[in-house]
């Protein structure tokens, strides 16, 4: 935890406001640089003026500069593998099983509008090796450190330094799912997971290893393709959705594994 915690409202100002800032000044730079002619492309150059705003407030405000040390501290345990993988495994497989049958299916076929919504596709548009690098920025390279430093290293603990952990674990995973939009439920779960992570370990390395990992088993091209790829008739039938149901009953025994051995002692 900060040595000289902030208060968590002022917390929730500045980062709303930079969230803001970054938001009006990310199209604006796309368009002055001419590029961003994607989504990917858009969401690089998003995330990389957001890692920039987020690295001129912690070298700015001194309660957040005196913080990273604690946040990228050696782990307090030793972190095995097996641990991180169920952690990533839990956070695809709530993602791509139970929201998608919870949530995504039942809105698909109430209307079928929402079969674009959710960017659900018969097929894949032609990708190339460059999108596929850009891809690789964003989810691998860009995104965790910075969303886990605010999320977990910052909203986490400056609400935990006044407020109880739950309140603390609970709000930090709600405003990372906010953050994400139509993905709020899915994302706010992983939030929650990552957050144990962060907690069991006292470091943000092993929380930012599991995002990572994460981010790569949800990769489109990846197993992701099993429950986003299918027609519009096939996502009006139960059939079509197989795999979510499959990816959800997985989720029973790794949320059980996870649980021994993250849970808060």
Not at 103 to 125: G, K, L, T
Not at 140 to 158: K, M, T, Y
Not at 229 to 252: H, P
Request: with cysteine; aromatic share 14%; proline share 5%.
């Amino acid at each position: 935890m900060a040595a000289s915690p902030v208060n968590p409202l002022h917390v929730l100002l500045l980062f709303g406001m930079a969230y803001g800032a970054c938001a009006v000044a990310s199209p604006l730079l796309c368009h002055w640089i001419g590029f961003g002619e994607t989504l990917r492309d858009r969401e690089l150059v998003n995330g990389t003026l957001w890692s920039l705003i987020l690295a001129a407030l912690v070298a700015t405000l001194r309660p957040l500069r005196e913080s990273v040390s604690t946040w990228f501290r050696t782990p307090v345990s030793p972190v095995r593998f097996v641990d991180v993988a169920i952690a990533a495994l839990l956070i695809t497989t709530f993602t791509l099983g139970v929201h998608r049958i919870l949530v995504v299916m039942p809105m698909v076929h109430s209307n079928a509008e929402y079969y674009d919504f959710w960017r659900i596709a018969s097929a894949y548009a032609p990708a190339t090796y460059a999108d596929y690098a850009v891809i690789a920025l964003v989810t691998l390279v860009v995104a965790p450190p910075h969303e886990e430093v605010v999320f977990r290293g910052i909203v986490l603990n400056s609400i935990r330094a006044s407020r109880s952990l739950f309140l603390a674990i609970a709000a930090s995973s709600l405003l990372f799912g906010a953050m994400h939009g139509r993905s709020v439920l899915a994302t706010a779960f992983a939030g929650l997971i990552l957050a144990f992570v962060y907690l069991r370990y006292g470091s943000l390395w092993p929380a930012i290893l599991v995002h990572s990992l994460a981010n790569v088993l949800v990769f489109p091209t990846g197993i992701a393709q099993f429950t986003q790829l299918k027609t519009r008739a096939q996502a009006q039938s139960y059939e079509g959705w197989f795999f979510e149901f499959l990816f959800a009953a997985l989720f029973i025994p790794l949320a059980l594994a996870f649980w021994r051995r993250f849970r808060p002692t």
